[in-house]
């Protein structure tokens, strides 16, 4: 998949192979944000493995999207449909001045950003890194034939196991 950030605020993917049509249109209007809430797409970066896309804007906030086109995380929040006094950012949200690059880790466990303006909390702070987990499995388990699900991090492993109350950490 080839990614194009628009003015928009939209990524569109495209397939390289065959006919390089549209594969997939990632918006952040089904969530209630307009072009001017995020501004244009300021920069994107795959994950080392292809699996995910990192998206800043230039006025606000970043997502993380799967190859398949799903929103993994934002840090925009979740108002869907809100009123524009709603859309607006909070003190808390973090790169609420947007983003001037981001880059991820060798193997895709974490993920650095620069903001376009120090943060708020922390004028000093060059950059802000976010820390991932991924899936130990090949393919997704349903409930029915597992009751186990294995996360691993750049230095732990995460089981998940239904049948108990806890999560056990290694």
């Known amino acids: 998949l080839a990614s194009v950030g628009l003015t928009t605020g939209d990524v569109h993917l495209y397939n390289l ?24 797409v300021n920069v994107l970066a795959w994950t080392p ?35 524009p006094a709603l859309r607006l950012a909070r003190p808390a949200e973090p790169l609420q001045g947007g983003v001037r690059d981001l880059t991820w880790g060798p193997e895709g466990y974490h993920l650095v950003v620069v903001p376009n303006r120090p943060l708020a909390r922390c004028a000093s ?15 997704c388990q349903s409930q029915h034939h597992s009751n186990r699900m294995v996360l691993q991090g750049e230095d732990r492993v995460m089981v998940v196991d239904d049948r108990m109350h806890e999560q056990q950490n290694w």
């Open 17 to 40: 192979m065959g006919d390089y049509s549209l594969a997939r249109r990632l918006t952040l209007s089904v969530w209630g944000f307009l072009p001017e809430d995020t501004g244009p």
């Open 125 to 139: 702070q060059t950059f802000v890194q976010f820390s991932f987990v991924k899936s130990a499995q090949a393919r």
């Open 49 to 83: 493995d292809d699996a995910a896309l990192g998206v800043g804007w230039q006025n606000r906030g970043m997502a993380l999207w799967s190859a398949r086109g799903c929103r993994l995380m934002s840090t925009l929040p979740q108002i869907r449909g809100g009123t």
